[in-house]
């Protein structure tokens, strides 16, 4: 009887510690951090200034990763594309020389749209199989819910895939891209009335792409 006992004790006494471990590292993925964000749009190929960055703070486990928080690392890099004010900056969205990527100036826009890059993994994106000029609704999943996806742009335009370094993913003009490359973010046209909405969802949810339930043109 005693050895059953202690037995349960050892139980009790581990279950208290697992228990305590997940409450630290959910603390711990709350705690506040003060990163950079975009204090107003960057076109693509352009060097970083001082005045382009701004602070936000925000729970550590919200943030897209590589999220950078010294401006040192980003003033004098250059956007590898269009950065929208607001967005959150990561080391992938930089290039220590002018990108020759995708540049805003080459992509026609319907009036009164813009370019937004969004993190997005394979499995968010339809596996990959999407390709350039595909009309596309974005969805939102809250990360810490399990409740409905939610639309928030309709008839988006897909632009580009990109790996987590920023390279296409979808034009060969990225030599010596792996063919398993994982995907590190979506460049989308949207409305630049649903822009707000759409950054202001990124630290709090995850994006999901999906065929446009309107396909046309």
């Known amino acids: 009887?005693?050895?059953?006992?202690?037995?349960?004790?050892?139980l009790l006494v581990l279950a208290?510690?697992?228990?305590?471990?997940a409450a630290a590292m959910y603390v711990l993925d709350d705690r506040p951090?003060?990163?950079?964000?975009?204090?107003?749009?960057?076109?693509?190929?352009?060097?970083l200034v001082?005045?382009?960055?701004?602070?936000?703070s925000a729970a550590h486990g919200a943030l897209p990763p590589g999220a950078i928080s010294d401006p040192d690392a980003a003033i004098g890099q250059h956007a590898r594309g269009p950065l929208p004010r607001g967005q959150y900056l990561t080391g992938q969205q930089l290039a220590p020389t002018a990108w020759r990527g995708l540049a805003e100036s080459s992509i026609k826009l319907p009036a009164g749209w813009s370019l937004l890059a969004l993190p997005m993994e394979f499995e968010h994106a339809l596996g990959g199989a999407l390709s350039p000029g595909q009309k596309v609704d974005l969805y939102a999943v809250a990360k810490r819910s399990a409740g409905p996806a939610e639309m928030l742009v309709p008839g988006a335009r897909l632009i580009d895939l990109?790996?987590?370094?920023?390279?296409?993913?979808?034009?060969?003009?990225?030599?010596?891209?792996?063919d398993d490359e994982?995907?590190?973010?979506?460049?989308i046209a949207l409305p630049r009335a649903l822009l707000a909405q759409v950054?202001?969802?990124?630290e709090s949810s995850h994006f999901v792409l999906a065929t446009a339930a309107d396909s046309g043109a």
């Open 50 to 56: 001082e005045a382009d960055l701004s602070y936000k």
């Open 162 to 178: 990109r790996s987590p370094d920023g390279l296409s993913l979808a034009v060969a003009r990225s030599p010596g891209l792996d």
């Open 33 to 47: 951090s003060r990163v950079l964000v975009l204090a107003r749009d960057v076109p693509a190929g352009q060097q």
């Open 182 to 187: 994982p995907l590190g973010s979506v460049l």
């Open 16 to 21: 208290l510690l697992l228990a305590a471990g």
């Open 199 to 202: 950054i202001a969802r990124i």
């Open 1 to 10: 009887m005693r050895a059953i006992n202690w037995w349960r004790t050892g």
